[in-house]
Nanobody, 115 residues
Framework: QVQLVETGGGLVQPGGSLRLSCAAS????????MSWYRQAPGKERELVAT????????TYLDSVKGRFTISRDNAKNTVYLQMNSLKPEDTAVYYC????????WGQGTQVTVSS
C-alpha cells in the first residue's frame, strides 16, 4: 500500500524558512522521480519542484527558483523541500508524489506565510 506522509509545515513570517519532509512507503522509492506540489485556496494544484531518482537533476517552478531546494535520501525513502525567503504567495498545502503517474495523495502539510 502506497503511503506518503508530509510534515514540517507551519506558520512563518515573510522572509522566513521551513523544511518540509515526505516519507514514502509502498513502492520502490529509489526508482522514481519525485515532486513537491502545492495547492492554495481556490486554486489548482501546481507542480513546485522535481528531483530525478538519483538526485542528480532538479527543476523548479519559476516563482520559487533560487528560494526552494528539493533533495532526497533514498536510504530513508524521504524527499525534502527547503524553503527560504518565503512569501505570502507561497501559502498553500504542500504535497509530495511521484512526478509521473502520481499515486494516491497524502494529507499534505499546511504552509502559511503571514506577518
Amino acid at each position: 500500500q502506497v503511503q506518503l506522509v508530509e510534515t514540517g509545515g507551519g506558520l512563518v513570517q515573510p522572509g522566513g524558512s521551513l523544511r518540509l519532509s515526505c516519507a514514502a512507503s509502498g513502492f520502490t522509492f529509489m526508482f522514481f522521480a519525485m515532486s513537491w506540489y502545492r495547492q492554495a485556496p481556490g486554486k489548482e494544484r501546481e507542480l513546485v519542484a522535481t528531483i530525478t531518482p538519483t538526485g542528480d537533476s532538479t527543476t523548479y517552478l519559476d516563482s520559487v527558483k533560487g528560494r526552494f531546494t528539493i533533495s532526497r535520501d533514498n536510504a530513508k525513502n524521504t524527499v525534502y523541500l527547503q524553503m527560504n525567503s518565503l512569501k505570502p504567495e507561497d501559502t498553500a498545502v504542500y504535497y509530495c508524489n511521484k512526478r509521473w503517474s502520481p499515486t494516491s495523495w497524502g494529507q499534505g502539510t499546511q504552509v502559511t506565510v503571514s506577518s
